[in-house]
C-alpha cells in the first residue's frame, strides 16, 4: 500500500496528525502496535488516572465534607473493584472513539510494531509474528513515551511499581512509598491519600513539582500534607527489596544520614523516557540522544532525514498530550503547505491533584534569572465568594506583568478548576493582552475565574477589590 503519509503510534500525537492529514486529503495510515488506539494517555495515562482522581474526590467528599452539607452516610466504604471495573470502561469509550475517527476521516489502520526499512518503507510486525510492509512519501514518529526506572532498583510490577500498575491495584495500599514529587506520582499519590492509605514522597529536589513556578509547588505540599501525605525532601533513594508484601526504601537525608520506610507498595514515578526502541531507526541514519533517547528535530518537526518527521514526547519539550496534539496539527499542516506555528511558551501545564494546579508562561524564577522587570498580583481563593461556597479555599492565583507595559508574562493557578481557568491565561497571553485589560473584563459572579481578574487587578497597581 502507498500512503501520502504513515503515522506510526496512535496517541494523542498521532491519532491527531493522522486525522489532521487525512482531513487536509492526504492518504494517511496509522499504526498502532497494542491493540487498542490512544497510546499511554488513553490507556495508562490521562484518562484512567483522570477517572480515578474523580472517584477517589468524590469518596473523600463524602467521608469527610458531606456533613458539613447536610448529608449523612454510614457504612461507608471503597469498592476498588468497581473503581477500576469503572476506569476500564472510560478507558474503552476513549479507546473506541478513536477507531470511529479513523473510520469517519477515512484512515487506514494496523495493528503491529512499525518499523523503517528504508526512510519510505515501513514494516509492520504483527502480534502472531507475521509482517507486511507499506510506503509512504512522508512518516510521522509519535511514538510517545514510558515510565523511567531506576537502574539499581528494579521494577517487579508487583510490589514495587510504575504508574502503568498503579491504575489497576485490587486494594488500597497501607502505606505507598512514592519515589518523585513530580506530576504523575502526585496525582496518583493523591488518589490513594484519599482513599486513606498513608502516603510517604521521597523526591530528590527540595520541592515538589520542581519544573513549576515554586510558589505553587510550596502550596500544594500545605495541602497534600493535610491530606495526611508526609514529604522527604531533598533526599536520595540508594535502593529497595521486597520481602513477602513489604517492601523496604532505603534512601540518604540531606546530611547524609541513612534512612529507610517500610511500606507494602512503592511507587516509582521518576519520569519518562521516550519509546525509540525496536523502530529501525538506525537503517535511515537517525540517532538518539543517549539521555531520555529523544530525537532531534527542526523548528518543522523534520528529523535529519527528509520527510521523516517526529512530535511529542518523542522529541524536545514538555511531555504533556496537548503539546502532542499540537505538533501532530502543525506537522499535517506543514506537509499539506500551510504555514502554521505552535508558541511553545503557551503550552499550560497542570496536576490534577484537588486542588488543581495549573501554569502557563515564565515563573518568577525564570524572569529573575533572565533579569526581567516585573511585578506580581496574587488572590486567594479563601477571598472568592464561590470558592467558600463550594468548601474550595485552598490556593491561589498569581499573574506576573511586565513591570513596564504590564503584559501579562506567566501565570499560576493552584485552585478549584485551576486545569480549566488556566484557558482565559492562555488565551490573554496570546494576544498579548495586559493585566489591565483582564481587569477591565466582565466576569461572572459568582465564579471561581473572579479569581484571575482580582489577581489581574493586584498586579495592575495593586487595587483588588476583595481583599
Known amino acids: 500500500m502507498q500512503f501520502d503519509v504513515i503515522v506510526i503510534g496512535s496517541g494523542p500525537g498521532g491519532y491527531v496528525a493522522a486525522i489532521r492529514c487525512a482531513q487536509l486529503g492526504l492518504k494517511t495510515a496509522c499504526i498502532e502496535k497494542y ?20 472517584s477517589s474526590e468524590h469518596y473523600h467528599n463524602a467521608a469527610h465534607t458531606f456533613e458539613t452539607h ?14 477500576i471495573k469503572r476506569k476500564n470502561e472510560v478507558v474503552q469509550k476513549n479507546t473506541a472513539g478513536i477507531t470511529f475517527l479513523f473510520k469517519k476521516n477515512k484512515v487506514t489502520s494496523y495493528q503491529g510494531m512499525g ?5 519510505n518503507t515501513i514494516k509492520i510486525t504483527k502480534a502472531d509474528g507475521s509482517t507486511e510492509t507499506i510506503t509512504g512519501t512522508n512518516v510521522i514518529i509519535a511514538t510517545g513515551s514510558k515510565p523511567s526506572q531506576l537502574p539499581f532498583l528494579p521494577v517487579d510490577k508487583k510490589r514495587i511499581i510504575t504508574s502503568t500498575e498503579a491504575l489497576t491495584l485490587t486494594e488500597v495500599p497501607k502505606h505507598m512509598v512514592l519515589i518523585g514529587g513530580g506530576v504523575i506520582g502526585l496525582e496518583l499519590g493523591s488518589v490513594y491519600a484519599r482513599l486513606g492509605a498513608k502516603v510517604s514522597v521521597i523526591e530528590f529536589m527540595d520541592g515538589i513539582i520542581p519544573t513549576m513556578d515554586k510558589g505553587l509547588g510550596k502550596e500544594l505540599q500545605k495541602v497534600l500534607t493535610k491530606l495526611g ?11 529497595a527489596s521486597v520481602k513477602g508484601k513489604e517492601v523496604t526504601v532505603k534512601f540518604d537525608s540531606p546530611k547524609g544520614d541513612k534512612m529507610e520506610l517500610k511500606g ?13 526502541d525496536q523502530l529501525g531507526l538506525e537503517n535511515i541514519g537517525i540517532t538518539v540522544e543517549e539521555r531520555g533517547k529523544k530525537i532531534t528535530v527542526n523548528d518543522h518537526m523534520e528529523t535529519s532525514v527528509k ?7 518523542v522529541v524536545r519539550g514538555a511531555m504533556l498530550a496537548h503539546k502532542a496534539e499540537d505538533e501532530g496539527t502543525m506537522v499535517a499542516e506543514l506537509i499539506a503547505g500551510q504555514k502554521p506555528h505552535i508558541n511553545y511558551n503557551l503550552i499550560p501545564g497542570v496536576v490534577y491533584t484537588w486542588p488543581e494546579v495549573a501554569s502557563v508562561g515564565q515563573t518568577e524564577e525564570q524572569l529573575k534569572e533572565k533579569g526581567v522587570a516585573y511585578k506580581t498580583g496574587s488572590f486567594p481563593f479563601k477571598a472568592s465568594g464561590r470558592a467558600v461556597a463550594s468548601g474550595d479555599m485552598d490556593g491561589f492565583v498569581k499573574v506576573l506583568a511586565d513591570k513596564t507595559t504590564d503584559e501579562i508574562l506567566g501565570v499560576h493557578i493552584i485552585g478549584p478548576r485551576a486545569a480549566d481557568m488556566i484557558a482565559e491565561a492562555v488565551v490573554a497571553m496570546e494576544y498579548r493582552a495586559s493585566a489591565e485589560d483582564i481587569s477591565r473584563m466582565s466576569h461572572a459572579h459568582p465564579t471561581y475565574t473572579e479569581a484571575m481578574r482580582e489577581a489581574c487587578l493586584a498586579a495592575t497597581d495593586n487595587r483588588p477589590i476583595h481583599i
Open 264 to 276: 507494602d507498595y512503592c511507587l516509582v514515578a521518576v519520569g519518562r523516557v521516550a519509546y525509540t
Open 307 to 313: 520527510g521523516v518527521y517526529a512530535i511529542g514526547d
Open 229 to 239: 501525605m508526609e514529604f522527604y525532601l531533598g533526599h536520595k533513594v540508594t535502593g
Open 70 to 83: 447536610g448529608i449523612k452516610l454510614k457504612d461507608l466504604k471503597v469498592d476498588m473493584s468497581q473503581m
Open 35 to 54: 491493540s487498542t488506539f490512544g497510546g499511554t494517555c488513553l490507556n495508562v495515562g490521562c484518562i484512567p488516572s483522570k477517572a480515578l482522581l474523580d
Open 115 to 119: 518499523s523503517f526499512v528504508d526512510k
